[in-house]
């Protein structure tokens, strides 16, 4: 039961592009989405969220967009570098006050290219 | 910048054994999970634990689990019987959630992950 899917399991993208990153949800009932990002060897980092009162969030270079009628969230990354380069999971909770457990996605390996 | 830390980095152990994966969430946070993620796989939610007792556990989480706080800093993951199956990655997180704030997001902290292989 996939409630969080990320249907890219990897993307290539040129350093100074965007990249984006989608995620697709089944769960109506999420209403806070974080992304985070994860190199080898280390856990899971925190990105960036939203919730679900919301549809745009950003943070420097980084922009979640959400969609709650098309149960879709995108993170978008621009300008891309080298060091972007790690996989990225899209997690949903059911609610805002972050103490439930969180429902992650497979995740996106995300490869910069210099 | 604080952190969540886990050890051991990597566990090996034979099938049947015990394993204790240990933590030490973030010094001022109040809600723990652990995590798992088999290799090639989702990270998947195990158990949330709050006050000194579990608050939500997963149909993962079955009684050869357990956690607990032996201190005010460690937080503890047990296996009892360990199974071939149970190898994966294990994250611990941390949470900020001051009690009786609602509609405050906070954000889960994860630690680097314990590796333990069950041969």
């Known amino acids: 039961d996939q409630q969080v899917k990320q249907n890219s399991p990897s993307l290539s993208v040129q350093e100074g592009r965007i990249s984006i990153l989608n995620c697709d949800y089944t769960n109506s009932m999420f209403d806070y989405f974080l992304w985070y990002k994860k190199y080898p060897a280390e856990g899971p980092t925190f990105l960036i969220s939203i919730s679900s009162i919301k549809d745009k969030n950003e943070d420097g270079r980084f922009t979640v967009f959400l969609n709650k009628s098309a149960k879709h969230l995108s993170l978008h990354i621009v300008p891309s570098q080298p060091g972007d380069s790690a996989v990225y999971f899209c997690?949903?909770?059911?609610?805002?006050?972050?103490?439930?457990?969180?429902?992650f996605g497979k995740g996106t390996r995300l490869s910069v290219i210099a | 910048e604080p952190e969540v830390t886990q050890t051991p980095s990597h566990q090996v152990t034979q099938m049947g054994q015990e394993v204790i994966l240990r933590c030490v969430p973030i010094s001022n946070h109040l809600y723990f999970y652990w995590y798992r993620q088999i290799l090639g796989q989702k990270v998947e939610f195990l158990v949330s634990?709050?006050?000194?007792?579990?608050?939500?556990k997963s149909e993962i989480f079955d009684d050869q689990f357990s956690v607990e706080r032996p201190d005010g800093s460690n937080f503890t993951l047990k296996i009892r019987s360990t199974k071939l199956e149970d190898s994966a990655m294990y994250f611990c997180?941390?949470?900020?959630?001051?009690?009786?704030?609602?509609?405050?997001?906070?954000?889960?902290?994860f630690g680097p992950g314990t590796r333990l292989t069950v041969l």
């Open positions: 997690a949903a909770s059911l609610t805002i006050s972050g103490n439930t457990p969180l429902v």
């Open positions: 997180a941390s949470s900020e959630a001051p009690p009786g704030t609602s509609g405050v997001t906070d954000t889960q902290y």
């Open positions: 634990f709050y006050n000194n007792e579990i608050s939500e």
